[in-house]
């Protein structure tokens, strides 16, 4: 049996309820990015962020309203957008530490995430979402700080999580073999792409979703399933 050293998770339908991101952060994001934008504009990260966007889009002369319109239609259409996950990143920051909302886990994500961790396995965190986002919602879970737990995370500035480079370096950045790795999704494609890496891997259907009648991958309902 190979060993498995390190542990790398994604958050929406695998630690997380994708409700939680759609319902709750998306529309809180859309709500305040007009403001956050006309009020924190100036900020040299904004900047870098806004001007971002507008490269992505292929913008060469865009006002700062023409970008908060790009940016608005890319929330509806829940682009894999860096520059977009980055600015929400910092929108939500405010909402956590207002006390707004907290990061919903499935129920059993926690304890196993420190129990792992106890076992001596190390743990990272591979989603769209900017880094500072997913520090943000470990840190603000409702489990409660589970921030340092980790030993470090990837965003999409790692690559899209549907190829399989993304994976490679993953795997250089942690030192460690593919094959001593383990990539918990719920997306199948995802999942591809780190088993054409060389990982491990988990695909979590939590309920109420069907189970396959051949998953192509490990399958899953629970964290409490997973035997690493």
Excluded: C
């Amino acid at each position: 049996m190979i060993e498995i050293r390190a542990i790398v998770t994604d958050i929406e339908g695998t630690t997380s309820s994708i409700s939680f991101v759609r319902d709750v952060l998306f529309p809180y994001a859309r709500k305040r990015l007009p403001a956050f934008v006309e009020t924190h504009g100036d900020r040299p990260e904004v900047q870098h962020w806004l001007h971002e966007a507008a490269v992505e889009a292929g913008l060469v002369e865009a006002s700062r309203q023409d970008i908060v319109e790009l940016l608005l239609q890319w929330i509806d259409q829940d682009r894999k957008s860096t520059a977009l996950k980055a600015l929400q990143g910092m929108i939500w920051k405010d909402g956590y530490a207002a006390g707004d909302y907290r990061a919903h886990l499935y129920p059993e994500v926690a304890a196993r995430l420190r129990n792992w961790r106890a076992d001596g396995l190390r743990l990272y965190v591979y989603s769209s979402g900017s880094v500072p986002a997913q520090q943000l919602f470990f840190r603000y879970s409702e489990a409660g700080d589970l921030t340092p737990l980790f030993a470090g995370y990837f965003d999409t500035e790692t690559g899209p999580k549907r190829e399989a480079a993304s994976y490679q370096r993953i795997a250089a950045a942690i030192d460690e073999q593919p094959r001593h790795i383990l990539f918990l999704s719920d997306i199948v494609e995802e999942l591809d792409a780190a088993q054409a890496a060389g990982f491990h891997t988990g695909w979590l259907i939590r309920e109420p979703l069907a189970w396959p009648a051949e998953p192509r991958h490990p399958a899953y309902r629970d964290f409490d399933a997973i035997t690493p």
